[in-house]
C-alpha cells in the first residue's frame, strides 16, 4: 500500500510570504499525487496533479508542486500568500489497482496567513 | 452546479439510531467513493463503486455500515446502531475511467453522534 507523509500540522505564514507545504510518499510503483485543498465544513478541491507529464506541475491558485522521485517528495509551493490560502491542504498518492484509483492521503498541513 | 451532491450537509443522531446520506455523483462519472474524515486527520478509504458494482470495501466498513449505488447512479450509505466513534465527515468524490484520473469530492456530510 502506498502511504504519504506531511511534514508539519500546521504552519504559519505572512502574507505576501513564500508558501512551502511539504509531502514525502512511499509507493512502489511510478506515483500518480495530487495536492487537495480544504476550506472549513467544505469538501476537497483539486489544485494539482502530477502524472509523469513533467517533474513541476502548475495548479490553481498560482500553486505548483515538483516531483523529486530521488526524495520521493511532492512539496507545494507558492511565491507569495494571499489571506485566501488560509485552508488545510492535504497531499495524496494514488494507487491503481482492481480498476479504479484508491486515493492515500496524508493527514493534511494548516496554513495559517497573517496579515 | 455539476459537482458531487451530498445530503445532508449536518446529521446529529442519538447512538443507537440508524442513519442514511446520499451521494449524487457528476453525472458521466462511472466510479463513485466514500471516503471517512475524522479530525485532524486526511480522508480515509471506506468503499468503491464502479458503475453499481461495489468492487472494494474497506475493513474500516464494520458490518454497521452498508453502502449501495442501484443504476449506477446517486449512492447511499448507512450506518446502523450508530455509535460515538461514528462521528466523522462522510465524504463522497466520483471519477472517470482511467489511471490517472481525479476523484472530485462532494461537500460533505458531517455526522454528530451524541
Known sequence: AQSVTQLGSHVSVSEGALVLLRCNYSSSVPPYLFWYVQYPNQGLQLLLKYTSAATLVKGINGFEAEFKKSETSFHLTKPSAHMSDAAEYFCAVSEFGNNFNKFYFGSGTKLNVKP | ?114
Open chain 2, 1 to 114: 452546479d455539476t459537482g458531487v451532491s451530498q445530503n445532508p450537509r449536518h446529521k446529529i443522531t442519538k447512538r443507537g439510531q440508524n442513519v442514511t446520506f446520499r451521494c449524487d455523483p457528476i453525472s458521466e462519472h462511472n466510479r463513485l467513493y466514500w471516503y471517512r474524515q475524522t479530525l485532524g486527520q486526511g480522508p480515509e478509504f471506506l468503499t468503491y463503486f464502479q458503475n453499481e458494482a461495489q468492487l472494494e470495501k474497506s475493513r474500516l466498513l464494520s458490518d454497521r455500515f452498508s453502502a449501495e449505488r442501484p443504476k449506477g447512479s446517486f449512492s447511499t450509505l448507512e450506518i446502523q446502531r450508530t455509535e460515538q466513534g461514528d462521528s466523522a465527515m462522510y465524504l463522497c468524490a466520483s471519477s472517470l475511467g482511467g489511471s490517472n484520473t481525479e476523484a472530485f469530492f462532494g461537500q460533505g456530510t458531517r455526522l454528530t453522534v451524541v
